[in-house]
């Protein structure tokens, strides 16, 4: 028998990519759709890709009856939204991986700092898995609530917790420009994801401001004596997915053959991290789970780059690795 | 009488835009277009926009007969080519603005390093002004040759000359991490320019090794007391036109309200200056001469972010605006 | 002293474009621009390409006073909420260009069926002159409301008009399958225009059933002695600007050869139309006030092709064309 | 043990393809990939995008040593060329899927017209199955070769096919108008297909006189007494991959409601054609082998629209379809 999976909130583009890759995977099945705003309407009515692929209506969240449905969550709420729900979930006994921020920070008091909300459930915060199976398997296993990472968090926590770890770079300056994708900012009606907003113009967003930025020292914090001191810098790009993180930091006793060396040490298990020699651009990953990795000398500095899918390793296709990993199936099950 | 510009090299994108702004300039037009691959072709069956709009032959180059029919040139030529026919040129008494590398760096070893081939004139290296006139006007004026600025350096010089002349930020920390439209790459055909490689993909390139890099360290290097070390990394950009360049500075006892009184004292009498307080996108700028300059604090950073059209503030208008300088003429003409 | 233009809805794509034409006209001004959604505002805090170009505040509009600050109104409202506004400017003295579909069609019933309102001053309907200067100049001379034409219908009305005409076609086996950029859409935000749900796609929509379906067979219906049956099939394509129409006719005893002469004699002091050998792009109009025109035989059809700007010989340009007119000057003012 | 697939002339998009469904294949694996011009490079090299996921290297064709790593030859070689190979291929006993026009058409007299070489192998024309299994099963099931279907003439024959042969429609005015993503056209760099001449355009080609023109009538003619008269226009558009065919058609006693009965009953065991009530775009089909299928009533005609990816069912998902067809299989392994 299959596991089976409810998509809550699954009218968005994370929604839609996680069930096309559940689709494809031998042991789980999609067995429930919730949507607040379009409650009726079949999953194919809003994605039209799913036509004769998916027949499920859209329901309204009934904790119950869904923990009834389904073994596992996948959660595509709002942060706050979420955390609410998935402690509900967790107490109707539904495993559940929340892509929302709303566990990936270990201090309640930053997270209210920087979301703007009081926590819903802060006795959990700090004690749940973050869902880079790459670097926290040991965690992710067994476990039954996952904080999915951010996309921008992946590709920058990739390259630099296990050069962090190393001790191969410093800590405090480091930049991480990032490019990504209109998809990451999701499927609402806004002004400034409108085709002709976003078409034939690049333009930086939240400089030193984003979110994802106190993810990313909090991560790679864990892998490292002292705090880091991360200067983030998102762009929007002209494309529907992939983001590519570009990012300068200062070697100690490095240079790109031991970065190299180091990666392909860390993720010598993981089948989705590539190092590679040439650079990488989002194309060559788009569509996929893969992480690509690749580094330069430039003068006294390391550039580091990295290539993510935003939809796939930076939220659903990771959401599937972490599914894999509960249930100690091949991390790559869906997902090739 | 109108001054008669010709075009050497009109096959190329900013040899069309440079047509394009000059076919409504009051006081200049365009009299000779030059190509040795299309000879013979008119110019509007390589620029179909220009149909009905210039009726003139492609021509190989015949110096002599180029000189009589143009009072300035526009030399569109690959670097090396370039310095060469600029060289003959200059001696039939043409006004050249050379849209080359040949003439922007003032050392000849430097060129000869970067650039991989000898000068052909290397006693003019050094004595030809760069042609920003925001910020070289008195060299500019009553020049007879003029290097025209690279395209990523424009985005680069003009938010950090001001701040290194002032003191205001570290010479020996910047980097510069720019995102171009493909048309910068040329309109030769190549596998990297297709729409399918570079569509749906952001991908950086040529990582602290571009030649614009040492162009920005010496050109900026001329507002400094000790030579800026740069790191610039250019990305290939999904759009056709538009340069935007994040750049990471370390402040000198200056806020982002200092950056901006600096530029807006250092811009004051420059029309195509525009010091904004929001966040500009490439296509704020898309199809004007503007530059779009905005900064914003970011821990013990500031980040500068700059925005030009490649094709014209970062090349065809440049040239048109020199030409304006040249010859005395209100900055703006052709370019509103 | 300059003509005072007005703009009324300036919040959008072609009242951004009608400002940016009229900033370069030598005769005309933008003495107001209103906005009820956006009323307080600086024009450039919703353009950003207008700073330090335009710097006028959005007022809600208040006729009396629009009227004594503008000689001329660019009405930008959508319909039925046009006329309206019309109908109180004219009263008030101020000339009209409507943007709108209210004044296109000649009949009420018509109008009423296919925009599903009441016609707020159905008196005035079939009493104005269509905008297209070059088939209608003698009505719009003097005229002080013009309705200015459809984006899709001037790419189909321009191309067959003559040919109706003259009789080379026929009358009821019309096809116009037509290709739009997405700014035809507006920019109200809305799911089915976000970048990531136009991008990477195209796809007919109201396949035999847009306004502007009636409105080509209105206009054309005048050229002919027989009523048109136009079928109009409008796609939605993943770019900004640019309508591409494709026209599949039947010759009554015309070639490729004949349809071109008839174009170049109608259009002959027409400097907008050009009459092309090669087969058209958007991009060759991109950004112009042109209309490129081409055929090809093909079996027992003839396939006519043209190629516009939306934003302008498909709405602001022809606006600002229209104003040239009215006004008695050179129709390429501000427009080349 | 998988039956092994050998890829001749692999450098291109539709070869990438057909590598990437088949390397999640269950029962096919890739064993050889042929190309003259980077003979030597790993396949990795040419598509970054395979890089860990196919270690192969380019060789190339030896017909002999192919014929033993491969069972199945995919050949995605140009028009004349590859019927050569074909010919040799089936001489050394492999069973060959021919991306090719060599032997669609079942006449060589207007293969010769229309493709303008001599046919290598002109005794096999006429015998070759044409890969469409939704329409050609039989043929299919067994086959040795297989001439896989242009992209065009899918999209075009898939829908009209049925209505032909229920005598729904009439054969004598059928007009195709077809929007293709830029891939259609290849991976040679060529002026036309670079990022800056495609992006933001779109424009017709070969206005019927495309070589899919005739490929169209001859399929189609099979399910008709007369023969069909297709007036074909393909569009350049911009996105990387899809066709979307506009289909105008005149009913014969038919409706809205009778065509989709039609479809439905033709292709009730075709689990890759979807017959759909909303209007289809290509995104809705991107990445998958899905047709989708609608009808719009318009007047006296019948407007039909398909879609289609055109890298996957118009070409390698088509060709995946056929090899799961030759061996039995069912006709989705690999393909969902």
Redesign the interface.
């Given at each position: 028998m299959k596991v089976r999976v409810g998509i809550i909130g699954a009218t968005g583009?994370t929604a839609y990519e996680a069930i096309r890759l559940l689709?494809?995977h031998p042991h789980a099945e999609v067995t429930a759709v919730t949507s607040r705003q379009d409650e009726g309407l079949s999953i194919a009515a809003v994605h039209?890709?799913l036509?004769?692929?998916l027949d499920l209506p859209l329901q309204p969240l009934d904790i119950d009856s869904f923990a009834q449905q389904c073994d596992v969550a996948f959660c595509c709420l709002p942060h706050g939204a979420s955390a609410e729900t998935v402690k509900q979930l967790r107490q109707a006994n539904c495993k559940v991986i929340d892509f929302s921020a709303d566990f990936r920070l270990t201090s309640v008091a930053e997270y209210e700092t920087w979301y703007g909300v009081k926590h819903p459930w802060p006795e959990q915060v700090g004690q749940v898995a973050y869902g880079l199976p790459e670097l926290f398997a040991d965690q992710i296993k067994d476990a039954d609530l996952i904080a999915n990472p951010g996309c921008y968090p992946t590709s920058a926590i990739m390259p630099l917790a296990p050069l962090i770890q190393a001790g191969a770079i410093h800590c405090e300056d480091i930049?991480v420009?990032s490019?990504s994708?209109?998809?990451g900012a999701g499927?609402s009606?806004?002004?400034g994801?409108?085709?002709?907003?976003?078409?034939?113009?690049?333009?930086?967003?939240a400089?030193?401001?984003h979110r994802h930025q106190p993810e990313m020292n909090d991560i790679i914090g864990r892998f490292s004596g002292s705090k880091t001191?991360i200067?983030f810098?998102p762009?929007?790009?002209?494309?529907?997915?992939?983001i590519?993180s570009?990012i300068?930091v200062r070697p100690q006793a490095a240079d790109a053959k031991r970065v190299r060396e180091i990666w392909r040490q860390t993720y010598r298990d993981s089948?989705f991290v590539?190092v590679?020699d040439?650079?990488?651009?989002?194309?060559?990953?788009?569509?996929?789970n893969?992480v690509?990795l690749a580094v330069?000398?430039?003068?006294?500095?390391l550039?580091l780059?990295a290539?993510i899918d935003n939809l796939i390793k930076g939220a659903s296709g990771a959401a599937v690795q972490n599914l894999n990993c509960i249930f100690g199936w091949d991390q790559t099950l869906g997902l090739?």
């Amino acid at each position: 028998m299959k596991v089976r999976v409810g998509i809550i909130g699954a009218t968005g583009y994370t929604a839609y990519e996680a069930i096309r890759l559940l689709l494809r995977h031998p042991h789980a099945e999609v067995t429930a759709v919730t949507s607040r705003q379009d409650e009726g309407l079949s999953i194919a009515a809003v994605h039209p890709q799913l036509t004769s692929r998916l027949d499920l209506p859209l329901q309204p969240l009934d904790i119950d009856s869904f923990a009834q449905q389904c073994d596992v969550a996948f959660c595509c709420l709002p942060h706050g939204a979420s955390a609410e729900t998935v402690k509900q979930l967790r107490q109707a006994n539904c495993k559940v991986i929340d892509f929302s921020a709303d566990f990936r920070l270990t201090s309640v008091a930053e997270y209210e700092t920087w979301y703007g909300v009081k926590h819903p459930w802060p006795e959990q915060v700090g004690q749940v898995a973050y869902g880079l199976p790459e670097l926290f398997a040991d965690q992710i296993k067994d476990a039954d609530l996952i904080a999915n990472p951010g996309c921008y968090p992946t590709s920058a926590i990739m390259p630099l917790a296990p050069l962090i770890q190393a001790g191969a770079i410093h800590c405090e300056d480091i930049i991480v420009d990032s490019k990504s994708g209109v998809s990451g900012a999701g499927r609402s009606p806004k002004l400034g994801t409108l085709y002709c907003e976003t078409n034939e113009s690049i333009a930086p967003y939240a400089i030193g401001a984003h979110r994802h930025q106190p993810e990313m020292n909090d991560i790679i914090g864990r892998f490292s004596g002292s705090k880091t001191n991360i200067l983030f810098t998102p762009h929007l790009t002209p494309m529907d997915r992939g983001i590519l993180s570009t990012i300068y930091v200062r070697p100690q006793a490095a240079d790109a053959k031991r970065v190299r060396e180091i990666w392909r040490q860390t993720y010598r298990d993981s089948p989705f991290v590539r190092v590679v020699d040439h650079i990488p651009g989002t194309k060559h990953v788009a569509g996929t789970n893969f992480v690509d990795l690749a580094v330069k000398e430039a003068g006294d500095r390391l550039v580091l780059v990295a290539a993510i899918d935003n939809l796939i390793k930076g939220a659903s296709g990771a959401a599937v690795q972490n599914l894999n990993c509960i249930f100690g199936w091949d991390q790559t099950l869906g997902l090739l």
